[in-house]
């Protein structure tokens, strides 16, 4: 086996692994309809039953990048049973449906469309009583696509805001902390606003862990989070004097008691709520271990819960690879180790053109220069790394030495956080277009059996 055929195995097994987290297929596996009672289950071990003869209008609202698909398969399941619907989702994220109406909307940073969108999801929900049911269908990219915002606080300031939350390394987690608390859907308020309705909400995970209410910033589960605890992450972050005064005044008054808290556990109206977890990168993780295996790489699953700065996780992977490739430990080669999670990327200085995953792999190339037989792939299961139109990036020993010698200096790129024009150069870069889903990143360790 030469090293191009270990490029091509380990993205034959992220394929496999992304096929495996499609949301028609995670649908199917989580909704089944016996007549006109309709079964849900979801991976928590829960179940529900609804009888939809009981039921007086079922509608579908949602945000997130594998949003349309998911509704795709609602429709096809429930058929004229399925009034309506508006969903918001990621350019180019978009599919063809029947009776739900898609909308497209900017991603990382929300636009009028996305506005205008959510706007559309709550007239529609507002206009719902008791008997009625409301599908929720949410997935990653949904905190971006869905959201409305207190008066005082126009689209460009809070753009500014979650902008400056990016640049400075903040994980998703603190991100939609502070994003519930300058809108009015998010952290349970959309649930809130469908009332006395029924609400039922599909969930597919792009979080480390999958906590219902970071996921999509959690419209339509009870808030743990807090005012004060968003004022807390600005100052953590060092970017509270940054970020324009009407957010600050804003979640000011809130943490003062002058602005209502996001709804919590044990609040009147959450009886009508219920929120099933369908899909997550478990999923991906266990597709890719089989496909290795299939195609005579020993898998190992590193971990499910990769988090960090991009740069020093791929320092760390390369030397894991490049251990586990010398001493056989934890397997022999050859091998494909396995990772799941999602990094960061802090912004310092100049910056050029790049993801967390494309980073990751830069660093990572850096570390194994001139390591023969091992491959690294770090993607997003998305098809989006960051604002390029790469999913993230392959490299083996011989990827610095390669762009090298097209002039380019692999120090240099990582200064400036400029690793997709460094992965173009040396011929890294992974390119799927939209893969309609999202469950984070994938890294693969691969190795061949003759590694010096």
């Given at each position: 086996m030469q090293i191009g055929d270990l490029r091509a195995l380990a993205l034959d097994i992220?394929?496999?692994?992304?096929?495996?987290?499609?949301?028609?297929?995670?649908?199917?596996?989580?909704?089944?309809?016996?007549?006109?009672?309709?079964?849900?289950?979801?991976?928590?071990?829960?179940?529900?039953?609804?009888?939809?003869?009981?039921?007086?209008?079922?509608?579908?609202?949602?945000?997130?990048?594998?949003?349309?698909?998911?509704?795709?398969?609602?429709?096809?399941l429930l058929g004229a049973r399925l009034e309506g619907g508006v969903i918001s989702v990621k350019y180019g994220y978009g599919c063809?449906?029947?009776q739900v109406e898609v909308r497209e909307a900017g991603h990382p940073i929300p636009d009028e469309q996305g506005l205008a969108a959510t706007r559309e999801i709550l007239d529609l929900l507002e206009g719902l009583g008791e008997g009625d049911v409301a599908f929720?269908?949410?997935?990653?990219?949904?905190?971006?696509?869905?959201?409305?915002?207190?008066?005082?606080i126009s689209l460009e300031e809070a753009g500014q805001t979650f902008d400056?939350?990016?640049?400075?390394?903040?994980?998703?987690?603190?991100?939609?902390?502070?994003?519930?608390?300058?809108?009015?859907?998010?952290?349970?308020?959309?649930?809130?606003?469908?009332?006395?309705?029924?609400?039922?909400s599909l969930v597919l995970s792009d979080v480390v862990g999958d906590p219902l209410h970071v996921i999509a910033s959690g419209p339509t589960v009870p808030d743990p989070s807090t005012f004060r605890?968003?004022?807390?992450?600005?100052?953590?972050?060092?970017?509270t004097e940054q970020v324009p005064s009407c957010v600050r005044s804003h979640l000011e008054k809130g943490a003062a008691g002058e602005i209502p808290e996001t709804p919590k556990e044990g609040d009147a109206g959450w009886d009508c709520c219920n929120t099933f977890l369908i899909g997550n990168i478990r999923h991906a993780i266990e597709a890719a271990t089989e496909r290795a295996e299939a195609l005579g790489l020993q898998p190992h699953v590193l971990t499910m819960a990769m988090e960090g700065e991009a740069r020093l996780v791929g320092q760390e992977m390369a030397n894991t690879l490049a251990e586990a490739a010398r001493s056989g430990?934890?397997?022999?080669?050859?091998?494909?180790?396995?990772?799941?999670?999602?990094?960061?990327?802090?912004?310092?200085?100049?910056?050029?053109?790049?993801?967390?995953?494309?980073?990751?792999?830069?660093?990572?190339?850096?570390a194994l220069q001139g390591i023969d037989g091992v491959v690294l792939l770090a993607a997003g299961t998305d098809g989006t790394d960051g604002p390029t139109d790469a999913a993230g990036g392959i490299i083996d020993?011989?990827?610095?030495?390669?762009?090298?010698?097209?002039?380019?200096?692999?120090?240099?790129?990582?200064?400036?956080?400029?690793?997709?024009?460094?992965?173009?150069?040396?011929?890294?870069?992974?390119?799927?277009?939209?893969t309609m889903t999202n469950v984070m990143d994938i890294v693969l360790l691969a190795a061949l059996s003759d590694v010096e």
């Open positions: 992220f394929s496999a692994a992304v096929d495996a987290v499609h949301p028609v297929q995670l649908m199917h596996e989580a909704l089944e309809l016996k007549g006109s009672l309709l079964q849900i289950r979801g991976l928590e071990g829960r179940g529900l039953e609804l009888d939809l003869s009981d039921v007086n209008r079922v509608v579908a609202v949602g945000a997130g990048k594998a949003t349309a698909p998911m509704t795709a398969a609602l429709e096809e063809p449906l029947e929720v269908l949410l997935s990653g990219g949904g905190s971006a696509l869905l959201d409305a915002y207190p008066e005082g400056i939350l990016l640049n400075s390394g903040a994980p998703i987690q603190e991100m939609n902390v502070v994003r519930k608390h300058i809108s009015l859907v998010k952290g349970g308020q959309l649930g809130r606003m469908a009332f006395p309705a029924r609400v039922i605890e968003a004022l807390e992450i600005l100052d953590g972050r060092e970017v430990q934890p397997v022999e080669p050859p091998f494909c180790l396995i990772a799941g999670g999602e990094t960061t990327v802090t912004i310092s200085g100049e910056a050029g053109v790049g993801g967390r995953s494309q980073e990751l792999a830069l660093s990572a190339a850096i020993g011989g990827t610095i030495e390669k762009a090298r010698q097209v002039g380019c200096e692999a120090l240099d790129f990582m200064r400036r956080h400029d690793s997709y024009n460094f992965l173009r150069a040396a011929g890294g870069l992974i390119k799927t277009g939209p």
